[in-house]
């Protein structure tokens, strides 16, 4: 066990995974010079510019390149920079690389990772603070991943580098210094599994990323209280724990789903259909979301703080709930 950083454990699965198979590589804006956040930092000194390739301004450029270098063999990781400039490349990701599989019959795999840094950091306003993953939940043919933890990015990435399928890989901006335990070995994460944060018994709150944490604070202040809340962090949403939700909100009998991501069509959404579908009878109390109002978000922190999700806010929701 060896504890790094966010950004550090990121980096050191792309080094071990590219040292472990000849055929990964890395391509992006600024990967030269060690990605925009650092990403990259000494990849270039050991791997050479034709493994960490710099790549002009044209994230359509990137993508559709790199989704034809997926086809023939390859395994690329495409770096985006922000979720928000990926959009550029949309039609080479959602419409090319998520159903070539489909369209071939099955003749071809795209292994692509896209790695789109997603949420708010550092007063970087609306177009370099959105969490859209979401979108890419939606679509058929993606693997979306949303680590919260330095173990589950070096984990998850890792994965994401071995599967055989599109995986769009989203990483919390404001998580990128968070240090933490991250095992050693080849240690990789399986898709589609929760990690239970903290058992509980009143309700259970599910959340994603770095909500995850703002989650967590929130549930130590409701255990000062008597409130017990079990904490579940998905991980990644498609393919998404739906058993490990399910059973934990059956013991709990409530759902308090919390998400950063404007709420409007959130994922949450779609985790709190499904507990509604599966688990009515079961249910205390209406379930609940939180999210951000659909709304831009703005360069000014006292405004950008009107739609961050806080602590407050959703010890506040459980107390609600419990109480109803």
């Not at 066990?1 to 198979?21: G, H, L, N, P």
């Amino acid at each position: 066990m060896a504890v790094m950083t966010y950004i550090d454990a990121s980096r050191q699965a792309v080094a071990e995974e590219m040292r472990r198979d000849p055929m990964v590589w890395a391509v992006g804006e600024d990967l030269g010079r060690g990605g925009v956040f650092g990403q990259y930092k000494g990849l270039v000194d050991e791997f050479g510019p034709d493994r960490i390739s710099d790549a002009p301004i044209s994230e359509s450029c990137i993508m559709g390149a790199a989704v034809g270098a997926a086809m023939t063999g390859t395994r690329p990781i495409v770096e985006m920079r922000f979720s928000d400039f990926a959009l550029c490349a949309v039609d080479e990701l959602v419409n090319q690389a998520a159903k070539a599989r489909y369209m071939f019959g099955g003749q071809t795999r795209v292994p692509l990772v896209v790695r789109e840094p997603i949420g708010m950091w550092r007063s970087s306003a609306a177009q370099h603070s959105q969490s859209l993953e979401a979108w890419y939940a939606h679509i058929p043919g993606l693997v979306v991943a949303v680590p919260s933890t330095p173990a589950d990015n070096r984990a998850l990435l890792k994965a994401a580098i071995r599967c055989d399928d599109p995986v769009v890989f989203m990483e919390h901006k404001n998580l990128w210094a968070l240090g933490g335990d991250v095992p050693d070995g080849d240690d990789v994460a399986e898709f589609g599994k929760a990690r239970a944060v903290r058992e509980g018994k009143d309700l259970t709150i599910v959340s994603w990323s770095a909500a995850v944490h703002t989650a967590t604070e929130a549930a130590t202040t409701l255990a000062g209280e008597g409130i017990e809340a079990e904490v579940l962090d998905l991980r990644t949403l498609w393919p998404w724990d739906k058993d490990a939700v399910l059973a934990s909100v059956e013991r709990t009998g409530r759902l308090l789903v919390v998400q950063e991501a404007v709420s409007v069509a959130g994922f949450g959404a779609e985790v709190a259909a499904t507990v509604a579908e599966n688990l009515h009878p079961a249910l205390k109390a209406p379930v609940k979301r939180l999210g951000a109002p659909r709304i831009p978000i703005s360069y000014a922190p006292v405004l950008e703080d009107q739609v961050r999700i806080t602590a407050d806010a959703i010890a506040a929701a459980a107390r609600g709930l419990v109480k109803t």
